[in-house]
Structures are given as C-alpha cells and as structure tokens.
Nanobody, 124 residues
Framework: QVQLVESGGGLVQAGGSLRLSCAAS????????MGWFRQSPGKERDFVAT????????YYADSVKGRFTISRDNAKNTVYLQMNSLKPEDTAVYYC?????????????????WGQGTQVTVSS
C-alpha cells in the first residue's frame, strides 16, 4: 500500500522557519517527481513547489520563491520543504504529492498520490 506521510508542521512566529518532511512507503519514488501543495481555509489547494526525480529541476510558486526550498533524498524515499521567513499568509495545511512521471508538475491533477497533510500556522 502506497503511503505519503507528512511531518514537521506546527506553530511558528512570523519570520521563523520550519522543515516539512514527506516519507513515502509501499514503493520507491526515486523515479517520480514530487510536489508540495497547500490549502488555507475556504480556499482551493495551491501549488507550492515541485522537484524532478534527479533533484536538478525545482520550481516554485511566486509567493514562496526565495523563501522555500524543496529537496529530496531518494535513498530515504523522502522529500523535504524548508520554509524560511514565514509569513502569516503561509498558514495552511501542507500536502505532499507524487506523480507517475519523472517530470515535475504544478497542477493538482498532475499528481496521483497524496499525503494527509500537516498543519502550518504562522502567527503575526
């Protein structure tokens, strides 16, 4: 059974940092592109960042560019999202997702596998 499990969320003050992790199990995702999305109350789920299988290609939403960094450790079957200079508007449930291809994607429908999400709350 394929599972993606996010961790690392929590409450942080504005300007602080958090590192989210997404551990995959059930199969190897070393040849799959991975991504992070987020959803705030009353809003649609939005793209945050994506990374290709080789870790060379990374892409970010404009709202997080320069503050967030996506990375992966294929040996550990894990993808990370380092979030710095957090703002209250970054408050959301953050979801990890995996594609069925090596190429990164920015659309929710590009992804087949999803985690349950982890809450990130940034206080002002």
């Amino acid at each position: 059974q394929v599972q993606l499990v996010e961790s690392g969320g929590g409450l942080v003050q504005a300007g602080g940092s958090l590192r989210l992790s997404c551990a995959a199990s059930g199969r190897s995702f070393s040849r799959n592109a991975m991504g992070w999305f987020r959803q705030s109350p009353g809003k649609e789920r939005d793209f945050v960042a994506t990374i290709d299988w080789s870790t060379v290609g990374t892409y970010y939403a404009d709202s997080v560019k320069g503050r967030f960094t996506i990375s992966r450790d294929n040996a550990k079957n894990t993808v990370y999202l380092q979030m710095n200079s957090l703002k209250p508007e970054d408050t959301a449930v953050y979801y990890c997702a995996a594609r069925d291809t090596v190429w990164p994607g920015e659309k929710e429908n590009d992804y087949r596998y999803w985690g349950q999400g982890t809450q990130v709350t940034v206080s002002s």
